[in-house]
């Protein structure tokens, strides 16, 4: 009955989608919404998007391992992403009246630049999309009995999301946000009422997170803590800042007061929301407490999950899976559109210039849709061959590669007048084979990758562009210097 009732509910999403889909007439359409919408609908689907798998069933699996300063990369580096970009990024890009952020790029640094960011960018989205799908395909397991496989499942959740994101775009997803973060807001808000209930009240649950410690924020006084504790808290912070999903909600405003309003009103309900899983997961230690520390030590992100299904009413399970396919399928289409929008954009269009005209733009959205799709095998593949991996690693890893190849030129080239081309190939080059080399070397046991490939990335962006001009004004004050010596001996 729980299972006919969530496919139900993936119906119901499907039919709102492909209804909100008839509003799609152009590629601006299907990539911002025509920038037409209105402040509560940014605020909704930035705060849908970002509250995906990891938030309902990664974060609470870490929290109970190793308390908030486990979680320290998320909610809260990605939460002041959103509010980094509402308060510095968004008003900026806004007026400048583009499709993607890598068209940023290539106005700022060329067409070089433009493809190895859109690339980079392209190539972060894959672990966040498969975390999305690897829990689609959890759900359909647990809600089963086991009669689905977790692989199956993922074919299935990855179909439910195509069906209104390959026609409908950002309309579509914009829509479907906000419908699902209502149900999302209601259904764990509900369950973390029912069982503050059962584990006898709400400063019960808080007073065991205390005494086991976990509200410890801030790490250990000692210089590797510290500098892995900055490296977790900046690779969402900065990471997460020039993707195209977030760049998506800001040019999808009807106004820019809604473009730099919605994200810092979307992170704030972000990272304080976050709390409610983390506190669901605490009431399982005192409602099932030998199964729940048995799950801990086997696979933590099936304690929220088991608490529902074990001790809860069927209505509740209904609200629980509903919150949790809400999360799921917000940030998969959200994720899915991105990447897709900015490779037709940004790499495509380098062999296949866009013609001019309704039939051009109409090619470029048949083009777009196209790569939704192609996208969407390759991520359900990507997330079938790392079956196993726990989710929030999967976010995590994924913004690392934006982190220290895109997010220093993107920063420079707002603020920095003198950042160049050359400082940008210089910025991407070090960041990237920096942190590299210190993924794959015992290096990076002593100091995180994240963190070196982001220094030498800032190292690269000074260096590339101030070092050519030092050069020139050197050889320049040189002839400058012989010249007066030839006159003088004459």
């Known amino acids: 009955m729980l299972l006919t009732l969530v496919i139900l509910y993936l119906l119901g999403t499907i039919a709102i989608g492909l209804w909100a889909a008839k509003r799609v007439k152009t590629s601006a359409d299907f990539a911002i919404a025509g920038r037409n919408l209105p402040l509560f609908m940014i605020v909704t689907t930035t705060f849908a998007t970002w509250f995906g798998s990891e938030v309902v069933l990664g974060i609470p699996a870490k929290f109970v391992e190793g308390g908030l300063n486990a979680v320290v990369e998320d909610p809260f580096g990605a939460g002041m992403c959103l509010i980094l970009v509402g308060l510095f990024f968004a008003a900026k890009l806004y007026k400048m009246t583009l499709l993607t952020i890598s068209d940023f790029y290539r106005e700022r640094y060329g067409r070089a630049v433009e493809v190895i960011c859109s690339l980079i960018i392209i190539l972060s989205y894959l672990g966040w999309v498969s975390a999305q799908v690897t829990a689609l395909g959890l759900v359909f397991n647990l809600l089963s009995d086991g009669a689905i496989s977790i692989p199956l499942g993922m074919v299935i959740g990855t179909v439910s999301i195509l ?55 801030w790490p250990e006084p000692t210089f590797q803590q510290i500098l892995f504790f900055i490296a977790a808290a900046i690779t969402m912070m900065f990471g997460s800042i020039p993707q195209q999903d ?39 230690l005192i409602i099932i407490p030998e199964q729940a520390s048995q799950l801990v030590k086997e696979d933590p992100q099936k304690v929220l999950p088991t608490l529902v299904m074990t001790q809860m009413p069927f209505w509740l399970q209904v609200m629980f899976f ?23 954009e940004n790499i495509w269009r380098q062999f296949v210039p866009r013609l001019a005209g309704a039939s051009g733009d109409r090619r470029e959205l048949k083009t777009m849709r196209i790569a939704v799709l192609i996208f969407s095998l390759c991520v359900l593949a990507y997330a079938i061959a790392l079956q196993g991996t726990p989710i929030y690693d999967m976010v995590s890893g994924a913004y690392q590669v934006t982190l220290v190849g895109a997010f220093v030129p993107l920063v420079a080239g707002l603020f920095w007048p003198r950042a160049t081309t050359q400082g940008a190939i210089f910025s991407i080059v070090l960041g990237i084979v920096s942190w590299i080399l210190f993924q794959l070397t015992p290096a990076g046991e002593a100091f995180p990758a994240q963190l070196a490939g982001f220094l030498m990335a800032a190292i690269g962006m000074v260096i590339g562009s101030l070092g050519p001009q030092a050069l020139k004004n050197k050889h320049g004050s040189h002839h400058r210097l012989l010249g007066v010596q030839g006159s003088g001996g004459a």
């Open 163 to 217: 069906a209104y994101t390959l026609f409908g775009g950002m309309w579509s997803v914009a829509v479907t946000d906000f419908v699902q973060m209502i149900i999302l807001v209601l259904g764990l808000s509900a369950c973390a009422v029912f069982a503050a209930g059962m584990a006898g009240g709400a400063d019960k649950v808080v007073g065991l997170a205390v005494s086991q410690d976990l509200f410890r924020f």
């Open 246 to 284: 977030v760049f998506q909600r800001v040019m999808s405003a009807n106004n820019v007061g809604a473009a730099t309003k919605g994200p810092v009103i979307g992170g704030i309900a972000y990272i304080l929301f976050a709390f409610v899983p983390m506190f669901l997961v605490v009431s399982a």
């Open 322 to 344: 509903g919150a949790l396919l809400s999360a799921l399928k917000s940030t998969a289409s959200a994720t899915l559109l991105a990447p897709s929008v900015t490779f037709v």
